[in-house]
Structures are given as C-alpha cells and as structure tokens.
C-alpha cells in the first residue's frame, strides 16, 4: 500500500515542475528554428506518404484496420 505522503508529494512536484518549466523551453533561437525546420519536413514527409498516415491513425486507435473511424471519434 502507497503511503499518504507519497500521494501528497506527486501534485507538489507537478507544480514545481511547472513553475521551472514556465520561464520557457530553454532552447536559443538557433535551436528552435533548426527544431521549427525539423518539424516542417516531417510534416511534408507525412503529407507526401499517406499509407504511413494511415498505418499512424489505426496504430492510436483513431481509425479502425478498414480505415473507418472508430465508435469514439465518430
């Protein structure tokens, strides 16, 4: 059985977690724009290759194996 502090612990390090994260991502500019590129030819990548956007789909659950859309995003 947890120990009720441990519970207690959990929401605590969560917000502190968040205050040190709130001040930003701690990347400089070349970084985020090497990671903005990063982001825009995986984007291609997947708008030109629709079977893996499909195979991406079915794997989280969103579409079933016959490329319906599963009972909950309907």
């Known amino acids: 059985m947890e120990s009720p502090n ?34 825009k030819k995986r984007q291609r990548a997947l708008v030109n290759n629709p079977k893996k956007v499909t195979e991406i789909l079915i794997s989280s659950g969103i579409y079933n194996e016959e490329g319906e859309l599963t009972e909950n995003y309907r």
Do not use: F, H, T
Request: aromatic residues 2%; charged residues 45%.
């Open 6 to 39: 441990k519970k207690r612990d959990r929401p605590a390090k969560k917000i502190m977690d968040n205050e040190r994260n709130a001040g930003g991502s701690g990347m400089s500019e070349d970084q985020v724009e090497k990671y903005l590129e990063r982001l």
